[in-house]
């Protein structure tokens, strides 16, 4: 069984840029989701997609996109880059049934640098 | 608004001993309550869980307590080992974890002294 993987590692883009970051989730789990994590803080949920489809937003702006592909493999899209958002972009995989969905387990986390 | 507070960002315990690790919460749809722990360059490693339903959850060193009355809950390791030191994160749901996605803390680093 293999665990959640992210690509790239590390990654620097320039302000205004855009940038995808990659996750492919745990074997037998249907449902994604995405954190920001900046220094000193706690992950921060971005969104969650299950079945393709997004399935809960927190508090972030529409320049943060996202896919869920059929193989549940996931992409993070943002666009307009800006200084706030480096951080620690954390992707987690869960698997949902009925109304709940269980644990969540994290990947290693890509490290964006925004200049 | 911080719906999920730990307020010490720093604990250090000596080997062989209990560490506890607090954590508040002021959301009272939240139902569903995990620890997560995380070595630097590493994601959060999932550790135990709760659910509202319960008030104690064990599994080996940890025990996890929730006082729901009170809004908190607390994570308890012994005996406390070097390989406990990293940050703890004390992360709370809502419907079980589902679409609204994990709020958490914002992390306790505990430091096991030899």
């Known amino acids: 069984e293999t665990g959640v993987t992210q690509s790239p590692t590390h990654l620097i883009k320039t302000r205004g840029q855009q940038v995808t970051l990659r996750c492919s989730s745990q074997?037998?789990?249907?449902?994604v989701s995405w954190y920001q994590q900046a220094l000193g803080q706690g992950p921060q949920f971005i969104f969650q997609y299950y079945r393709e489809e997004e399935n809960g937003r927190g508090n972030f702006p529409p320049r943060f996109s996202g896919l869920q592909f059929p193989n549940y493999s996931s992409e993070l899209n943002v666009n307009a880059l800006e200084l706030d958002d480096s951080a620690l972009y954390l992707c987690a995989s869960s698997l949902t049934s009925g109304l709940s969905t269980d644990t969540q387990y994290f990947g290693p986390g890509t490290r964006l640098t925004v200049l | 608004d911080q719906q999920v507070k730990q307020n010490s960002p720093s604990l250090s315990v000596q080997e062989g001993r209990i560490s506890i690790l607090n954590c508040d919460y002021t959301?009272?749809?939240?139902?569903?309550f995990l620890w997560y722990k995380k070595y630097p360059a590493e994601g959060p490693t999932f550790l135990i869980s709760?659910?509202?339903?319960?008030d104690k959850n064990e599994d080996g060193r940890f025990t996890v307590f929730l006082n729901k009355s009170a809004k908190h809950l607390s994570l308890h390791i012994v005996p406390s080992q070097p390989g406990d030191s990293a940050v703890y994160f004390c992360?709370?749901?809502?419907?079980?974890?589902?679409?609204?996605?994990?709020?958490f803390g914002k992390g306790t680093h505990l430091i096991i002294q030899p």
């Open positions: 709760i659910s509202s339903i319960k």
């Open positions: 074997s037998g789990h249907n449902t």
């Open positions: 959301n009272s749809m939240f139902d569903y």
């Open positions: 992360a709370a749901s809502a419907r079980g974890g589902g679409a609204d996605g994990l709020t």
